[in-house]
């Protein structure tokens, strides 16, 4: 079973010569100057960077502001975003679609980013965090005529470095290896991702597979890079949630 | 004070911008839906009540995909579980190499599940890995490969999810594990217990939350499985489940409206088990 786990990141090899030692690079070089691998990757990257940003800044305030501030109406927020974790995503497909396509962000980035920018777990993640950070530099900051906004963004940030990081990887990865919404929402190849890309490679002609693999590389090199540099991080992130329940 | 209220107004606006408008619209459009008969080449819906929800109690595509759906569940989760607490017992005793196995096991499941499905894919056709290592042991298994036969797709897509997502759980159970104070241990080992007495009467109560949460959010995301169904069978042989279901009626036919009660069946029966569940977590955490 652990050798089997290592298979996808030794995947780039075809099935006959699995067990031989000879490396095939010249199809790493096909792809990358032929396919259109390249441009799903590059998608597959836009996206995902794009997703992380707004992530990084809208769940911060909002789990900022539903930790500290008593403002009207935070108590039904909180209990939302409680709720939003319980909704099956998957069984909103067909009405998501015709609002993408009403709205006419349908196969354009916009569809791929807008309804992702801000998730419930990243806020829920946040606020955690800040809960259990002292108040005192935010009251400090205040007397000495700090807005709103500058304790946000020049008291709070830094202190919440740690868990953004957090935010950051656990965004990134599950928008980079996301299928499901990318698959339904676009269908032209300028806007394709990577995973839909290979999902569909398998679809289109008689399987090649080592050009699909080499393809399936490129999509789990990312996750494997990402994995060892900031394997601390995505642990904690997953069990922060589990042992508070 | 104005100002705080103010700004916790505002910061909170995007999350809640994009929650009304991309999920909480969707879903009760979609539940508005249900009751109509829309479709793409018909513009003039009209209001059909539960017409669409009798349709689906005797439509047998619809049958077989929720059935496919309950055995990938109830057939997942419980070894899913339980290989997922075993791995972290043994995980969490300090040996040499151990963080490579933790990683090792855990890697499947930050890994693109499209990915993966191509990759069993391979492993069951017939001349994969997986294919001739049940032969040299003197199986036989199906002639065209695992996927491509009505008695091993589904069993096989299933015993692809429980590799897959078996490191995520116990990365859980070992967080769990860690939070059990060592003190409990040393006192029953002052009293003399037997290690499988130490497990019986400490790890496993004590676990019993983060098993339950294990459990509850497995199901949430078991009830919803697609992607596997997707890239490895189309849902032929046998292996349709709800989602895939939704996506074929309401997204390559473009029944809007029939998908979208079909949906609604879905989420009726997920909210069902996720209330049961989460009502039994609140009474384990009683003692």
């Known amino acids: 079973m652990f050798r089997v786990s290592l298979l996808p990141v030794t995947s780039d090899l075809s099935p006959d010569d699995f ?142 470095r740690p868990a953004l990081a957090v935010l950051a990887v656990q965004v990134f990865l599950t928008n980079w290896n996301s299928f499901l919404f990318p698959f339904i929402l676009t269908s032209s190849e300028s806007v394709r991702t990577l995973p839909v890309a290979l999902a569909l490679y398998q679809g289109h002609q008689a399987v090649d597979w080592p050009h699909l693999m080499a393809g399936s590389s490129l999509a789990v090199i990312p996750v494997l890079l990402i994995f060892l540099l900031f394997q601390r991080h995505i642990v904690s992130g997953i069990t922060a949630g589990a042992i508070k329940q | 004070m104005k100002t705080r209220h103010l700004a916790g107004n505002l910061f909170t606006l995007p999350w809640i911008l994009t929650l009304l408008f991309f999920w909480l619209f969707p879903l009760l459009y979609s539940l508005y839906l249900g009751f109509t008969d829309y479709r793409l080449l018909k513009p003039d819906w009209t209001w059909v009540g539960l017409a669409n929800y009798a349709a689906l109690v005797s439509d047998r595509d619809f049958l077989d995909s929720l059935l496919n759906t309950f055995i990938f569940v109830f057939g997942t989760i419980p070894v899913t579980t339980v290989v997922a607490l075993i791995l972290a017992l043994l995980i969490e005793r300090r040996f040499p190499g151990r963080t490579l196995f933790r990683s090792g096991f855990f890697m499947p499941s930050i890994t693109s599940m499209v990915v993966i499905a191509l990759v069993f894919t391979n492993l069951y056709s017939r001349g994969g890995y997986i294919y001739l290592l049940t032969r040299m042991i003197g199986l036989s298994p199906p002639e065209n490969g695992f996927l491509l036969s009505d008695k091993t797709a589904l069993l096989s897509v299933m015993a692809m999810d429980v590799w897959m997502s078996v490191g995520y759980y116990m990365l859980l159970f070992l967080a769990g594990l860690k939070a059990i104070p060592d003190e409990l241990y040393e006192s029953a080992d002052v009293a003399g217990a037997s290690p499988f007495r130490k497990f019986r009467s400490i790890t496993l109560p004590l676990l019993k939350p983060v098993a339950l949460f294990i459990i509850v959010i497995n199901t949430i995301k078991s009830f919803q499985v697609f992607i596997e169904i997707f890239v490895m069978t189309k849902g032929r042989y046998d292996t349709s489940t709800a989602v895939y279901f939704i996506y074929e009626t309401g997204l390559n036919q473009f029944r809007f409206g029939y998908a979208s009660a079909a949906a609604y069946v879905l989420f009726l029966i997920i909210a069902a088990f996720s209330i049961l569940q989460f009502s039994l977590l609140r009474q384990r955490r009683l003692y």
Not at chain 1, 84 to 113: N, S
């Open chain 1, 19 to 160: 067990l031989s030692p000879v490396f095939a690079l010249s199809i790493y070089y096909d792809i990358i100057t032929s396919g259109n691998m390249l441009k799903y990757f590059m998608n597959s990257l836009v996206v995902g960077l794009a997703v992380l940003v707004g992530n990084l800044i809208f769940c911060f305030m909002a789990g900022y502001a539903i930790s500290r501030y008593r403002f009207l109406g935070r108590r039904v927020w909180f209990y939302t975003v409680i709720l939003v974790l319980m909704i099956p995503a998957h069984i909103i497909i067909v009405p998501m679609y015709l609002l993408i396509v009403k709205l006419g962000l349908y196969d354009t980035y916009g569809a791929l980013i807008l309804p992702f920018l801000v998730n419930p777990i990243g806020i829920f993640l946040v606020k955690q965090y800040i809960d259990s950070l002292p108040p005192s530099m935010e009251e400090a900051a205040r007397i000495d005529g700090a807005g709103e906004i500058t304790v946000l963004f020049r008291v709070v940030l830094p202190l919440c």
